[in-house]
Nanobody
Framework: QVQLLESGGGLVQAGGSLRLSCVAS????????MGWYRQAPGKQRELVAH???????NYADSVKGRFTVSRDMAKNTVFLQMNNLKPEDTAVYYC?????????WGQGTQVTVSS
């Protein structure tokens, strides 16, 4: 069983910054990719950033230049640094981990950006 523990969400004013963290623990043999998705009220879940262990990192166009995903592979941890936040970034952010053919999701952390 794999657990993903997220932290770092909260309320911030437009133009501010937040840093999300997600630690993967449990019976996880190898990680192929880590990243973040988000879901705003009334909208579908969407990719924010996807960081494969091999290959290029992919960002949603809406966050390019403002968000940066990074990993601590030794600690099975992924981070999302979010700068210059906008009200449209308000959503529940979910950590996503791919291990083999399995996909794992965190419980979600709320990010609210006030104008």
């Amino acid at each position: 069983q794999v657990q993903l523990l997220e932290s770092g969400g909260g309320l911030v004013q437009a133009g501010g910054s937040l840093r999300l963290s997600c630690v993967a623990s449990g019976s996880i043999s190898s990680i192929n990719a880590m990243g973040w998705y988000r879901q705003a009220p009334g909208k579908q879940r969407e990719l924010v950033a996807h960081m494969p262990s091999l290959g290029l990192t992919n960002y949603a166009d809406s966050v390019k230049g403002r968000f940066t995903v990074s990993r601590d592979m030794a600690k099975n941890t992924v981070f999302l640094q979010m700068n210059n936040l906008k009200p449209e970034d308000t959503a529940v952010y979910y950590c996503h981990v791919v291990s083999g053919v399995r996909h794992y999701w965190g419980q979600g952390t709320q990010v609210t950006v006030s104008s």
